[in-house]
């Protein structure tokens, strides 16, 4: 054996080659925004609907749609997270966009300017659809005030945990858990916040077109989108003062 192929390493099988994910087409990632955030909003506007019309009881009824909503979230991130991220919201969005403009990978301007009116056109689709299978107006807009100062602090609070839950997820490599946990999240701020936890400006504005239990007055929308991309902005510094502050190292030797 001579001194180049004592010092050449010995390999028993070929090491694989890391491969890159495909990219998914950009057409289709919008597709997948547009259709899921209608379906969401067919869920909240429809199950809405529905509990109103089997009971009369307020509780029950915010019950019934909170449980819908967590399911049909549930699932809607489970199927198409892995097309477009699952985003469904301007304020998650922007928030990615912001977070990663310095990655090369991350989301671009081009995206954005896609996956927004994406997200609103999806949004005001399922409230439409919603009112055609229950048999209301296509287009009636609601009556429901949202304007009080309490509501609108609600709206900061459960939108900037939506972010600090999504962005801490990708922070510790848990974002396979993101069905499970943005779900569960959002069906605890439906009862927690004062304002039922809507944290996302596509089903803000989709939401005025039904005057029905999950309606807001089309007045009350500029305020609510204004609060949310408040709460986005404080969802994201949370982020960088829980995850991302330097930290010193510590051991045993340390004083």
């Known amino acids: 054996m001579s001194a180049t192929d004592e010092a050449r390493p010995e390999t028993t099988e070929a090491e694989p080659l890391a491969v890159e994910p495909p990219v998914i087409p950009l057409v289709n990632r919008i597709a997948a925004e547009l259709v899921g955030t209608a379906a969401l909003v067919a869920v909240v506007v429809g199950s809405g609907i529905q509990a109103t019309e089997l009971t009369k009881d307020v509780g029950l ?22 097309v477009s991220g699952a985003h469904f919201n301007p304020v998650v969005t922007l928030a990615e966009w912001w977070s990663g403009r310095k990655a090369p990978k991350g989301l671009g301007l081009r995206e954005v300017a896609a996956y927004l009116p994406a997200q609103v056109a999806g949004a005001i689709g399922g409230a439409v659809l919603a009112d055609a299978m229950f048999g209301k107006a296509l287009v009636k807009w609601s009556t429901h005030d949202r304007s009080d100062g309490h509501l609108l602090l609600g709206e900061i609070v459960a939108t900037a945990g ?49 005057d029905t239990f999950a309606g807001i007055a089309p007045a009350s929308v500029p305020g609510f989108v204004g609060v949310q991309l408040v709460g986005g902005v404080v969802g994201l510094a949370l982020v960088v003062l829980v995850f991302d502050a330097p930290r010193t190292a510590t051991g045993a030797g340390s004083k």
Do not use: C, E
């Open 61 to 82: 009824q915010l019950l019934a749609n909170s449980l819908a909503t967590v399911f049909g979230l549930g699932v809607l991130i489970l199927l198409l997270g892995p």
């Open 162 to 210: 939506l972010v600090l839950l999504i962005f801490g997820l990708g922070k510790t490599d848990h974002l396979r858990f993101a069905p499970i946990a943005v779900a569960s999240y959002i069906g605890a701020a439906y009862w927690f916040t004062s304002s039922t936890s809507f944290a996302n400006p596509a089903v803000t504005i989709g939401r005025a077109f039904t």
